[in-house]
């Protein structure tokens, strides 16, 4: 059965700390995986990965991917508290039809 | 934003009641897609759909049905709503390899 892991469950930081997420996957006919962000309201994309070993960053945040051990971290750096939010994690296979989602990552930013 | 709406965004009902809800998007996206999202279970996938009249079942299907006659409305029927189906329903659509979600409907059966 596809699935898709995500750890810590939960976590609570300062501002200013530096968090790394983390998301292992078993998913068969892998093609990409996928991390958004969840405040009070709809998930937004964030970014999108489909090779190893190539960051990709925004800002303060960046994404690198090992499908070699299948898995995937989403480090935030210098984080706010505009980063709290739940952080989801998911994979497409490789018909690109269907989405498998991890349970989240609760970031809570303390001033 | 990727143009997509959902209806009802809050909707309270009782136990054995149908209810649908619907997506509706303007940028004729062909993948649309039903999720539900409980806490600790992520999103989990009802249905979708890869084209008017063509749909499949996800990995909660029971107890939902799904419709697509046209290309920019995805509805979603509970036929007698039960209350573990008390969620947050998103909607979704496919574009350049990755989802975008509606701004979701929250639904209490009682």
């Known amino acids: 059965e596809d699935k898709v892991v995500q750890s810590p469950l939960s976590l609570v930081v300062h501002e200013g700390d530096t968090v790394t997420l983390n998301c292992s996957y078993e998913?068969?006919?892998?093609?990409?995986l996928l991390w958004y962000k969840q405040e009070k309201k709809a998930p937004t994309f964030l970014f999108m990965l489909?090779?190893?070993?190539i960051e990709k960053k925004s800002g303060r945040l960046s994404s690198i991917l090992d499908k070699k051990e299948l898995f995937s971290i989403l480090n935030i750096t210098a984080t706010q508290t505009g980063d709290s939010a739940i952080y989801l994690c998911?994979?497409?296979?490789?018909?690109?039809?269907?989405?498998?989602f991890g349970t989240g990552t609760s970031l809570t930013v303390i001033p | 934003d990727a143009g997509i709406t959902q209806s009802p965004r809050h909707k309270v009902t009782e136990t054995g009641t149908p209810v649908t809800l619907r997506c509706h998007q303007t940028e004729n996206h062909r993948y649309m897609y039903w999720y539900r999202q409980d806490p600790g279970h992520g999103l989990r996938l009802i249905h979708y759909s890869y084209g008017v009249k063509d749909t499949d079942k996800g990995e909660v299907s029971d107890g939902y049905s799904v419709s697509r006659s046209k290309t920019e409305d995805f509805l979603l029927t509970l036929e007698s709503a039960t209350s573990s189906q008390t969620s947050v329903y998103f909607c979704a659509i496919r574009a350049q390899e990755t989802q975008y979600f509606g701004p979701g409907t929250r639904l209490l059966v009682l």
């Open positions: 998913v068969t006919n892998f093609r990409s």
């Open positions: 998911a994979v497409a296979e490789r018909t690109g039809n269907q989405f498998y």
């Open positions: 489909t090779s190893s070993g």
